[in-house]
Nanobody, 116 residues
C-alpha cells in the first residue's frame, strides 16, 4: 500500500535551517509529482511546494520563495524540503502528499517549530 513517511522536523531558532524528508513506498514514485503542505494551528492547510516527476520543475508559495527548496531523489523514493532563513510564521505541521489514480495520499506530518 501507499506510504509516505516524513522526518526531519524539530525546534529551530529564527534564521535557522531544517531539511525535511518524505520517504515514499507502494507506488511508482518517479511517475508522480510530489507536494509539501503545511498547516499552522488555527489556519488552513497551505501548499508550500511542488516538484514534478523528474525534478526539473518546481513551484513555491510566495511566502517561501527564495527560502525553501523542494527536490527529489527518485533512486531513493524520497522528496526533500530544504528550509532556510526560517521565521516564526513557518511554524506548522509539514506533510507530503501525492495524487495517485485520483486518490490523495498523505503522510503523518512532522512538526516544525521556529522559536527563540
Amino acid at each position: 500500500q501507499v506510504q509516505l513517511v516524513e522526518s526531519g522536523g524539530g525546534l529551530v531558532q529564527p534564521g535557522g535551517s531544517l531539511r525535511l524528508s518524505c520517504a515514499a513506498s507502494g507506488f511508482a514514485f518517479s511517475s508522480y509529482p510530489m507536494n509539501w503542505y503545511r498547516q499552522a494551528p488555527g489556519k488552513e492547510r497551505e501548499l508550500v511546494a511542488t516538484v514534478i516527476t523528474n525534478g526539473g520543475s518546481t513551484n513555491y508559495a510566495d511566502s517561501v520563495k527564495g527560502r525553501f527548496t523542494i527536490s527529489r531523489d527518485n533512486a531513493k523514493n524520497t522528496v526533500y524540503l530544504q528550509m532556510n532563513s526560517l521565521r516564526p510564521e513557518d511554524t506548522a505541521v509539514y506533510s507530503c502528499n501525492a495524487l495517485i489514480w485520483l486518490r490523495i495520499y498523505w503522510g503523518q506530518g512532522t512538526q516544525v517549530t521556529v522559536s527563540s
